[in-house]
């Protein structure tokens, strides 16, 4: 669960009155490393607000290159067959994400 911005404010403040990281986490019912976090982000940033989205890239982006190649080459192939072709550690699912999110098809041969 995100907190408001508004809460960040109240814990800042409290930390800025010389009141402790746990005292303030029991005042608020939350965790000490969330307190711990909120004041490290306002000191090393200046950030208040929470996050709005994770910027987090996928792990199969490593091998984004090799899956291009690999359908071009052969755009028949079933997922076992990439899998194995791009000698990928990866499961099935994280191949079909990955090739929905390049947009690309495994098209069979009629």
Do not use: H
């Amino acid at each position: 669960m995100a907190y408001s911005k508004e809460r960040r404010l109240e814990v800042l403040a409290d930390a800025e009155q010389g009141m402790g990281t746990k005292e303030i986490a029991l005042k608020y019912n939350c965790s000490e490393s969330w307190v711990r976090r909120v004041k490290q982000d306002y000191r090393e940033s200046g950030k208040v607000a929470p996050a709005k989205t994770r910027n987090r890239k996928p792990k199969w982006r490593c091998e984004e290159q090799a899956i291009r190649a690999a359908i071009e080459e052969q755009p028949d192939l079933t997922l076992y067959e990439l899998k194995v072709k791009i000698k990928s550690q990866f499961c099935l699912k994280t191949l079909c994400n990955a090739l929905r999110t390049l947009k690309l098809t495994l098209k069979k041969k009629s």
